[in-house]
T-cell receptor, first 114, second 113 residues
Framework: AQTVTQSQPEMSVQEAETVTLSCTYD???????LFWYKQPPSRQMILVIR??????QNATENRFSVNFQKAAKSFSLKISDSQLGDTAMYFC???????????FGAGTRLTVKP | DSGVTQTPKHLITATGQRVTLRCSPR?????VYWYQQSLDQGLQFLIH???????AKGNILERFSAQQFPDLHSELNLSSLELGDSALYFC????????????FGPGTRLTVL
């Protein structure tokens, strides 16, 4: 079974600074996908970024980037130039293959301070 | 707005009762997933339907059941409700067939008193 671990229950960062959220996973699969979802106070689940395991290049979406270390089974999220609107719960998720369900970590509550 | 709709937004009911949660996927999406988010269990996968057929089951209790109709909307039925069933229930959809990004609905908040 696949497990996803987020070891930081809570984090805070000053506005405009950079923060990194950690995620590790355990799997014996070779074909999989990794995701970071954001859940603001509205509770809506919003996809932040995704990474295909077969791609060596780290995914980037504007201020959001990942550090994907396949051998170490690590998938951290870096948020640059943090904004107040980034305050949310962040969930790391694993999907085996395509068109399958996701397994989520416990989440990291991020607070961006003005 | 993800394009996925869920009704109702909030539901308050008593223990022992039965409720039905409804999900309409994005136009053209064939896959529907149901997830439960509770305070102590985090986000848990319940069940996956693809074009009307059940594809996978996760941590879904026997008291819970789901189906996907020919128009592709899905319903999650929860019966003999217990206090511990209080949670946020999400539906997500994808096109299927090799895509993997799941679009989440706004969720249904279920409170069992």
């Amino acid at each position: 079974a696949q497990t996803v671990t987020q070891s930081q229950p809570e984090m805070s960062v000053q506005e405009a600074e950079t923060v990194t959220l950690s995620c590790t996973y355990d799997t014996s699969e070779s074909n999989y996908y990794l995701f970071w979802y954001k859940q603001p106070p509205s509770r809506q689940m919003i996809l932040v970024i995704r990474q295909e395991a077969y791609k060596q290049q780290n995914a980037t979406e504007n201020r959001f980037s990942v550090n994907f270390q396949k051998a170490a089974k690590s998938f951290s999220l870096k948020i640059s130039d943090s904004q107040l609107g980034d305050t949310a719960m962040y969930f790391c998720a694993f999907m085996k293959g395509n068109n399958n369900d996701m397994r989520f970590g416990a989440g990291t509550r991020l607070t961006v301070k003005p | 707005d993800s394009g996925v709709t869920q009704t109702p937004k909030h539901l308050i009911t008593a223990t022992g009762q039965r409720v039905t949660l409804r999900c309409s996927p994005r136009s053209g999406d064939l896959s529907v997933y149901w997830y439960q988010q509770s305070l102590d269990q985090g986000l848990q996968f319940l069940i996956h339907y693809y074009n009307g057929e059940e594809r996978a089951k996760g941590n879904i209790l026997e008291r819970f059941s789901a189906q996907q109709f020919p128009d592709l909307h899905s319903e999650l039925n929860l019966s003999s409700l217990e206090l511990g069933d209080s949670a946020l229930y999400f539906c997500a959809s994808t096109r299927g067939g090799g895509t993997n990004e799941q679009f989440f609905g706004p969720g249904t908040r279920l409170t069992v008193l």
